[in-house]
C-alpha cells in the first residue's frame, strides 16, 4: 500500500531564516506530487505541483521553491521566510493515469514563523 | 476563476442524525468530485468521490451529484460525535486534474 511521509512535523523559525519540508511517497512509481498551504481559517492553496522528476509548476508567485530531485521525493524551500509564511503545509500525491486523480495527503508541517 | 463554493457552518447536528454538507461548482467542465473530512490539526482524508449523476453511497456516507444543477452533496447517517471534523469538497475543473478546493464546513455532531 502507498504512503505518504512529512518531516518536520512542526517548525517555528525566525523570519528571514531559510527554509526546507521534505516530502517522501512509498508504494507507488512516478506519481504526480503537490505542495499546499493551508493558512489558519482558510482553505487549501496549492503552491506547486510536479509530474515527474525536475519537473515544477508554481501556482503562486511569491518566496518559496520546489523541487523534485527523486521520483519519489519533493522538497518545499525559502531562502528567506516571511511572517506570512506561517500555516499548515501539505504534501499529497496522486497516479498519473488509470484514476480519478483523487488525491492522497501526507501528515502535513505546521511551520510558525516568528 | 473556477469556484467550489461551501457554507462555512459551522452545522450542528444531534447524535444518530443525518448530516447534510452541500458543496456547489461553477464550471461545468467538472467530471469528478472528492469530499475529504479533516479533523482539527490534522491533514485532509478522502473519503468519498464521485463522477456519476445520482448516489454512491460507501456505508453510512452518501455522496449525490446533480451535474444540471451543479451541486454535489454529502449525507452522513446515524451522525456520531467522531464525525465532528471539517469536511472539504474538491473538484478539477474541466481541462485540469488538479482538484480546486472549497474551503470545508464545520459538522459539529453532539451527543
Known amino acids: 500500500s502507498q504512503t505518504i511521509h512529512q518531516w518536520p512535523a512542526t517548525l517555528v523559525q525566525p523570519v528571514g531564516s531559510p527554509l526546507s519540508l521534505e516530502c517522501t511517497v512509498e508504494g507507488t512509481s512516478n506519481p504526480n506530487l503537490y505542495w499546499y498551504r493551508q493558512a489558519a481559517g482558510r482553505g487549501l492553496q496549492l503552491l506547486f505541483y510536479?509530474?515527474?522528476?525536475?519537473?515544477i509548476s508554481s501556482e503562486v508567485p511569491q518566496n518559496l521553491s520546489a523541487s523534485r530531485p527523486q521520483d519519489r521525493q519533493f522538497i518545499l524551500s525559502s531562502k528567506k521566510l516571511l511572517l506570512s509564511d506561517s500555516g499548515f503545509y501539505l504534501c499529497?500525491?496522486?497516479?498519473?493515469?488509470?484514476?480519478?486523480?483523487?488525491?492522497?495527503f501526507g501528515p502535513g508541517t505546521r511551520l510558525t514563523v516568528l | 476563476q473556477k469556484e467550489v463554493e461551501q457554507n462555512s457552518g459551522p452545522l450542528s447536528v444531534p447524535e444518530g442524525a443525518i448530516a447534510s454538507l452541500n458543496c456547489t461548482y461553477s464550471d461545468r467542465g467538472s467530471q469528478s468530485f472528492f469530499w475529504y473530512r479533516q479533523y482539527s490539526g490534522k491533514s485532509p482524508e478522502l473519503i468519498m468521490f464521485i463522477y456519476s449523476n445520482g448516489d454512491k453511497e460507501d456505508g453510512r456516507f452518501t455522496a449525490q451529484l446533480n451535474k444540471a444543477s451543479q451541486y454535489v452533496s454529502l449525507l452522513i447517517r446515524d451522525s456520531q460525535p467522531s464525525d465532528s471534523a471539517t469536511y472539504l469538497c474538491a473538484a478539477p475543473s474541466g481541462g485540469s486534474y488538479i482538484p480546486t478546493f472549497g474551503r470545508g464546513t464545520s459538522l459539529i455532531v453532539h451527543p
Open positions: 510536479s509530474v515527474g522528476i525536475g519537473q
Open positions: 499529497a500525491w496522486s497516479v498519473q493515469a488509470g484514476g480519478h486523480n483523487e488525491q492522497f
